[in-house]
């Protein structure tokens, strides 16, 4: 064979590989960058929005009815499939659909649990309470003591003057309640046994009903004061209280104030679970 007839075969060898290659795509016009942007957003919305109505949902602690064991400033996830689904877990404005009933509820909230549930009497706000009383029971105050079904509930004093717990000079005693049922936590008196609303009536909940309490037992907005929260439907009932994921101390630093931020955190109650 010829050099040149060899040479002709190279060329035509590197010719076909090179045909084989695929051709470069022209870069994206702006209306399409931005199209493929704003399909990008709407899918991570879209999963967003599925992960915070089927699985958990954040809600972070406003005020301090649940002193000592939830403070304000505390961020926490809240477990959806735990009591199944109703409108509650829904995201506004489907919370307001005329439905009823929960579907997918293999357990129900138990004595202790802590919950967030729509309180319907004060514009569906989000409130989070501890479960104290079940759909039959009846739950009364007598003194600071509280008494479910007739029988009082065993209540411990561990502190008798916890400091600032009620704002700045103002300490409370703190006392551990435990339930029939084995659920042990702390709560704070900061009008002793002499609030308003630690001496009630007999409550008595209605079938599907639950009756809610605060830790922070006299300023707390509860179950007890009927005309504003009383008795909780079931599927008023958004999830239970699982675990803390952040924890901030608003006191001790504003939104502008940057460089204080890493000394308000919280560290130690980061991954705490919900008590």
Known sequence: MSTSEEGGQVAGKAATRKGAEKPQQA????????????????????????LRILIFQPFNIPSGSMKPN???????VVSKPTFGYSRASLVYPLTRIPTHGRVLSFAKPQRGDIVVFKNRKDGNKDYIKRVIGLPGDTVQMLG?????????VEKELINANVPDVCGPGYGAPAYRETLDN?????????????GHLDTTSVYHVPAGHY?????NRDQSQDSRVIALVGYIPEDAVVGKAERLFFSVDGTKTGLLTVWNWPFAIRYGRIFDPVR
Do not use: R
């Not at 600071?144 to 009082?152: A, D, K, T, V």
């Open 27 to 50: 870069p994206m016009t702006a209306a399409e960058e931005a199209w493929d942007l704003a399909k990008t957003v709407v899918f991570a919305v879209a999963i967003a929005l599925v």
């Open 70 to 76: 939830l403070l304000v400033g505390d961020f926490l």
């Open 144 to 152: 600071g003591h509280l008494h479910i079904n007739g029988q009082p």
């Open 182 to 194: 084995g659920v042990s936590y702390v709560v704070q008196e900061c009008a002793g046994d002499e």
């Open 211 to 215: 009756f809610m309490m605060g830790d």
